[in-house]
């Protein structure tokens, strides 16, 4: 609330989940685990699912309380080959919660993105039935291309994301960066429906580049 007091009138504030249902359930158990419990012990996957989706619920409701105008919803559901499960599994397993938390953001008024690194084609058109408003990510070094995601969704989804964090806004030159923002924005700007974000962010990440970033941002997103 403090932030959003302080700095919402200059910046959109996003809240954070610190991890995903998928990533949640599988996490806790090992994956080995969690791959047979699909098959053998999905009640106790259906428990598991259902109690983080009442809490994940009700973080929103926090959210909303504190006067933020969006969150972030994280969970990391693909390999750079593609996803981690079968879509149709994913769906059984998490779809009627990813829309229950769609569904919560929107009642209270608040914007909904779904950050999830890897190469996730296969999953852009899910993303936009299960009624998230945006996407995040969308790693280049993963295979993901801007152009090909907006031919994917068309307007159904906002897309966040594409600036490189393994070299671009590490150790680029200054012109390296600006020519991946304008990439960035002929690829997906036009019309609207496009936030120039890094992919993630780590500590190897330059300042002076992310400033770059923003540099480049205000002179080619103006075109």
């Known amino acids: 609330a403090r932030i959003q007091r302080e700095f919402g009138d200059d910046i959109f504030v996003f809240g954070s989940f610190c991890g995903g249902l998928f990533e949640i359930t599988w996490q806790c ?5 969690f791959a047979m419990a699909t098959r053998r012990n999905r009640s106790l996957l259906d428990r598991m699912i259902l109690f983080y989706t009442d809490l994940y619920c009700l973080i929103l409701e926090a959210m909303a309380s ?14 750079r080959s593609g996803p981690m499960l079968n879509p149709e599994l994913l769906d059984s397993l998490y779809g009627e919660s990813y829309r229950r938390l769609t569904a919560t953001a929107r009642r209270l008024g608040l914007k909904i993105v779904i950050h999830s690194c890897g190469n996730v084609y296969d999953l852009l058109s899910w993303f936009a039935d299960c009624g998230f408003d945006g996407v995040h990510a ?3 070094t993963a295979g993901v291309e801007l152009a090909e995601a907006r031919k994917i969704v068309g307007d159904r989804l906002c897309l966040l994301g594409n600036v490189d964090v393994t070299h671009v806004l590490v150790d680029a030159d200054r012109d390296e960066v600006f020519a991946r923002v304008e990439r960035s924005i002929e690829d997906a700007a036009e019309g609207g429906g496009y936030i120039l974000a890094p992919t993630n962010s780590h500590q190897g990440v330059s300042v002076l580049r992310l400033r770059w970033m923003l540099e480049a941002a205000r002179e080619y997103g103006r075109r």
Do not use: K, Q
């Open 29 to 33: 158990i090992g994956f080995d685990s």
């Open 66 to 79: 504190a006067g933020l105008p969006g969150a972030v919803y994280s969970d990391d559901l693909a390999y």
């Open 138 to 140: 969308l790693e280049p």
